[in-house]
């Protein structure tokens, strides 16, 4: 099951009390404070981790407890702090204080933490306190509170190049052909509910994660079919493969099929729609001629058009080098 969005709180642990303590031992008269310090409650830090790849583990737990620190003892021994508290995410996690509606971190990056709260400080014990005109000291600070927030995480899948098209373009059957990831294909329209990320090897040296989204139709930003529910996981895509049926089952028209997908992608994000983008006509193995082809190029004179076949890999070698010079000259 695919998540990409969550709601949780979580709760630093408190920090442990000072202790009040009198040394009290056999000749040894007047021993004075020894109370010690309570140790830190431990803080909650979210790290990204390349083993997961969605948010589906926060969807039946909304509450995340670190553990408060321990009080201190006499003989001035402090007690023990609590354990942080690491929960992992999948990268590309956005990590927002939901009542603030603050971004507090985008964990980008495998590794990548960030410390989104911090326990409370231990107090100290009363042998702090001890003074020329105190030197029995009867109190010791309390330990502070840990922090507690709200949080919403927000997944966008990290992708070199992003898949998109009409409902049935092929998408999924171009992801299986040049990647080992095998998202579900049929003949019907919306067969992928899910985005999908597969990783196309081209040679020992050069790889390139790539992104289908879920087919758009007319209306999405409206929430027509799927809606606009998965274009975020494009948003930090450098490169957008815009992939056209020239042979559309409903007999609808691939340039015009072309605009309407271009209109939502505007219509999502501006930037999103001003990546750099990659026209791709699939389904050449149908063609008898090139005329359904020549006619595509006509109608969209200022776009190179690859002609491509998912299912037979006919032209789609020489699409992936396209993809992976343009990304070089983008790094």
């Given at each position: 099951?695919?998540?990409?969005?969550?709601?949780?709180?979580?709760?630093?642990?408190?920090?442990?009390?000072?202790?009040?303590?009198?040394?009290?031992?056999?000749?040894?008269?007047?021993?004075?404070?020894?109370?010690?310090?309570?140790?830190?409650?431990?803080?909650?830090?979210?790290?990204?981790?390349?083993?997961?790849?969605?948010?589906?583990?926060?969807?039946?737990?909304?509450?995340?407890?670190?553990?408060?620190?321990?009080?201190?003892?006499?003989?001035?021994?402090?007690?023990?702090?609590?354990?942080?508290?690491?929960?992992?995410?999948?990268?590309?996690?956005?990590?927002?204080?939901?009542?603030?509606?603050?971004?507090?971190?985008?964990?980008?990056?495998?590794?990548?933490?960030?410390?989104?709260?911090?326990?409370?400080?231990?107090?100290?014990?009363?042998?702090?306190?001890?003074?020329?005109?105190?030197?029995?000291?009867?109190?010791?600070?309390?330990?502070?509170?840990?922090?507690?927030?709200?949080?919403?995480?927000?997944?966008?899948?990290?992708?070199?190049?992003?898949?998109?098209?009409?409902?049935?373009?092929?998408?999924?059957?171009?992801?299986?052909?040049?990647?080992?990831?095998?998202?579900?294909?049929?003949?019907?329209?919306?067969?992928?509910?899910?985005?999908?990320?597969?990783?196309?090897?081209?040679?020992?040296?050069?790889?390139?994660?790539?992104?289908?989204?879920?087919?758009?139709?007319?209306?999405?930003?409206?929430?027509?079919?799927?809606?606009?529910?998965?274009?975020?996981?494009?948003?930090?895509?450098?490169?957008?493969?815009?992939?056209?049926?020239?042979?559309?089952?409903?007999?609808s028209d691939p340039a015009q099929n072309y605009h309407k997908v271009r209109r939502e992608l505007e219509a999502f994000s501006?930037?999103?729609?001003?990546?750099?983008?990659?026209?791709?006509?699939?389904?050449?193995?149908?063609?008898?001629?090139?005329?359904?082809?020549?006619?595509?190029?006509?109608?969209?004179?200022?776009?190179?058009?690859?002609?491509?076949?998912?299912?037979?890999?006919?032209?789609?070698?020489q699409l992936l080098e396209t993809l992976w010079r343009i990304l070089q000259e983008i790094k």
């Amino acid at each position: 099951m695919f998540v990409d969005e969550a709601v949780i709180h979580v709760k630093a642990g408190d920090g442990g009390d000072g202790c009040v303590s009198f040394r009290r031992e056999k000749y040894v008269p007047k021993g004075g404070p020894d109370g010690g310090d309570g140790g830190d409650g431990g803080s909650i830090i979210l790290v990204a981790d390349v083993n997961k790849d969605t948010l589906l583990d926060f969807s039946g737990k909304h509450h995340w407890r670190a553990q408060r620190g321990q009080s201190g003892m006499g003989k001035k021994m402090a007690g023990s702090s609590g354990d942080d508290l690491i929960i992992q995410v999948p990268p590309g996690t956005l990590v927002f204080d939901a009542e603030l509606q603050l971004l507090l971190a985008d964990l980008d990056a495998p590794e990548k933490r960030v410390v989104v709260a911090k326990g409370g400080k231990g107090g100290r014990g009363n042998w702090h306190f001890k003074s020329s005109r105190n030197q029995a000291p009867r109190y010791a600070e309390p330990g502070t509170e840990g922090q507690e927030r709200r949080l919403r995480l927000e997944l966008k899948l990290i992708a070199d190049i992003g898949l998109v098209g009409m409902p049935n373009a092929g998408k999924s059957t171009l992801l299986r052909a040049i990647s080992a990831a095998r998202p579900k294909v049929a003949e019907y329209p919306f067969t992928t509910l899910d985005p999908q990320l597969g990783i196309v090897q081209l040679d020992s040296d050069r790889r390139m994660v790539v992104a289908d989204i879920p087919g758009l139709i007319e209306g999405a930003q409206h929430g027509a079919g799927l809606g606009h529910a998965f274009l975020r996981h494009i948003e930090r895509t450098k490169i957008i493969v815009h992939l056209l049926d020239l042979f559309p089952m409903d007999g609808s028209d691939p340039a015009q099929n072309y605009h309407k997908v271009r209109r939502e992608l505007e219509a999502f994000s501006p930037a999103l729609a001003q990546k750099p983008e990659v026209v791709a006509a699939n389904k050449i193995d149908l063609a008898v001629d090139d005329t359904a082809l020549d006619h595509l190029r006509q109608q969209l004179p200022d776009k190179r058009i690859d002609a491509i076949s998912g299912a037979t890999h006919r032209g789609v070698e020489q699409l992936l080098e396209t993809l992976w010079r343009i990304l070089q000259e983008i790094k």
